[in-house]
C-alpha cells in the first residue's frame, strides 16, 4: 500500500502539520509505526467509511486519534488530516473538503 500527503493548492500539506503539531513524541512515534505497517503491509486495522469516499483510521490510544484518507486505486491511500475526539466534527468537515478540492484538481488534470 502506498501512502500519499494531501497539498492544497498553496502547498500546506494538513496531515503534516498537525503531526508535527503533537507535542508528546511516544504518540507521534505510535502514529508513525501505524502508518508504516500500513505501507509494508497493507493492513488497514481499525477504519471505518465516515461518508462522501472518506475514511478514519481509530487510533486507540491518547485522546482518540483519528487519522483521515481517501482512497486512490487499489494501492494508494490519501493521507488527508489528522486530529482527535474533541475536533472530530470539524476534522471530517475539513477533511470531506480536502477530498473534493483534490478530486476536482485530478479531473482538471486529466
Known amino acids: 500500500m502506498e501512502l500519499e500527503i494531501y497539498q492544497d493548492p498553496n502547498g500546506n500539506a494538513p496531515f503534516l502539520q498537525w503531526l508535527s503539531d503533537i507535542r508528546d513524541k511516544v504518540t507521534a512515534v505510535r502514529i508513525r509505526s501505524r502508518l508504516r505497517r500500513i505501507e509494508e503491509s497493507g493492513n488497514l486495522g481499525d477504519h471505518r467509511s ?36 474533541g475536533s472530530q466534527r470539524q476534522d471530517l468537515a475539513k477533511a470531506k473538503a480536502d477530498w473534493k478540492e483534490h478530486n476536482s484538481r485530478e479531473l482538471e488534470n486529466a
Open 50 to 85: 465516515v461518508g462522501d469516499g472518506i475514511f478514519e483510521f481509530r487510533l486507540q490510544f491518547g485522546s482518540g486519534y483519528r487519522i483521515y484518507f481517501g482512497i486512490i486505486g487499489n494501492d494508494t491511500i490519501l493521507l488527508l488530516r489528522g486530529g482527535d475526539k
